[in-house]
C-alpha cells in the first residue's frame, strides 16, 4: 500500500471549504475498483483540502496514477467541488 498526498484548491477564497465528512464520502462515492482505493485522510483550510489516499499498486508512479485520477473525478462530479482542482499530486514516503 503507498500513501499518495493530493491537494485540491478552491477557485476563489470566497468559497466555503466543504468539511472533512464530505469530503471523505465524495472520494469513496467516486472511487472504483480500479483505483485500489483502501484508506483516506483528509484536513481541510480555507480554500485548501489535502487527501491523504492510500492505494494498493506496483509502485510511486501508478500510485499516483490512480490518486490523481479518482481524486479527479471526484472534484468533478462532486456539486461542492464545483470549480476546485487538483493542484498537487505526489507519493509520499511515510
Known sequence: MLAVLVRVTAPTQEVETPNLA???????????PRDCLEHVTVEVDRGLVSI???VRA???EHAEAQAGALIG????RAVPFRGWR?????????
Open 22 to 32: 464530505l469530503v471523505e464520502d465524495v472520494v469513496w462515492a467516486a472511487a472504483e
Open 52 to 54: 491523504m489516499t492510500f
Open 58 to 60: 506496483a509502485d510511486k
Open 73 to 76: 473525478r471526484a472534484v468533478h
Open 86 to 94: 487538483v493542484l498537487e499530486c505526489s507519493a509520499v514516503d511515510l
